[in-house]
């Protein structure tokens, strides 16, 4: 199949014109690419079974893993869900639209195709205009994975989708660079504490200024283990993954520094390539192997803005190895540290004030 790509970049304001062709597909029960704030999604008719399949397909994605349903405007949640608790109500007032994702029990109208076989639902209503302008055309709720081959890192350009389903599906929207980054923040509203399931830019402190406390989900934390069952099924897969081993180093920026180059020059002399995730504010303290600034340490934001390009540039480049530098893990670094310890299996290598070394993970 031939995917015609058409170009939006200049976001807004939305000509309504160019999008009524991928209504049309996605009303018919075809797919498109299509921006949103957070990363690009792979859309298709959230309501028609056949559509959800196709995702799959075309993303080499388990079909237990459900899909986040995307909606315009208020009045398309009802159908959707058996009730809308008290604590969506307000989220959605805060955040919606936004890059934030909640789960709610599932009405008959979503097929278990898209909800992966379960009886709750992710949904979203994003604040991208191509996005929010799209889904009111089509007329239909659209449920839309990150549009990425499974396992690779989530597309945050047009370009990433093109060369992960070029082929494989009818249209891309190319709207330009997506601005969050990472994926959508997941809340699951079904159970009596509201749980976070993927961190994202709507922060912890964020959703607690709503609901008061939140629970973390354990993944969120540990390397998935025995006796380990994260609730939001996609996150027991290794996502986001560079085709390169990665380690993150984790001590003082000095400590931090001079690891990443001991090890970076032993492994090029063992005949490896080296890429090297740095900081605006250390990258210029590598001498040795691929470095990549991937946003600077004064606005964290700007992390996970790049994350997936670096990580994408690294396997276009070939390395064999990637050394990170961790960043602190508060605000949208939560969001950040969870998607770079996904891309590295968890392997860490954690420097003590006294200089004494851990490492952990890496056989994944
Ligand atoms: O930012 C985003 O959320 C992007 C854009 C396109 O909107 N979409 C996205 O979708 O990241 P995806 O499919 O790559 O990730 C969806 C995650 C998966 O981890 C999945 O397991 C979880 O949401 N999920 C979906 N429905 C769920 C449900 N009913 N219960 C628990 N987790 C669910
Ligand atoms: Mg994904």
Redesign the pocket.
Known sequence: METKVIRMEDRAPVDPSLLSEAAQILRSGGLVGFP?E??Y?LGGNALDPGASKKIYAAKGRPSD????V?ISRMEELPPLVTEIPETARKLAAAYWPG?M?M?LNKSALVPHET??G?E???V?M?SDPIANAMIRLAGVPVA???ANTSGRP?PTTAQHVLEDLGGKIEMIIDGGPVQVGV??T?I?LTEEQPTL??PGAVTVPMLEKILGPVRLDPVLTKPLGPGIHP?????KYRHYAPRADMILVDGTREQVVSEIRRRAEEAIAAGKKVGIIASEETRGSYSAGDVRSVGTRADEATVAHNLFAVLRQFDADGVDIIYSEAFPDDGIGLAVMNRMNKAAGHHHLRIARDGTETETGGNR
């Open positions: 949103t957070t990363v999604g893993n459900p899909l986040i995307h890059p994702t789960i909800s992966g379960l709750t639902v992710a979203r994003p839309a994975p990150s989530s994926e959508s997941i699951d399931l993927r609730k939001a099924p996609g996150m």
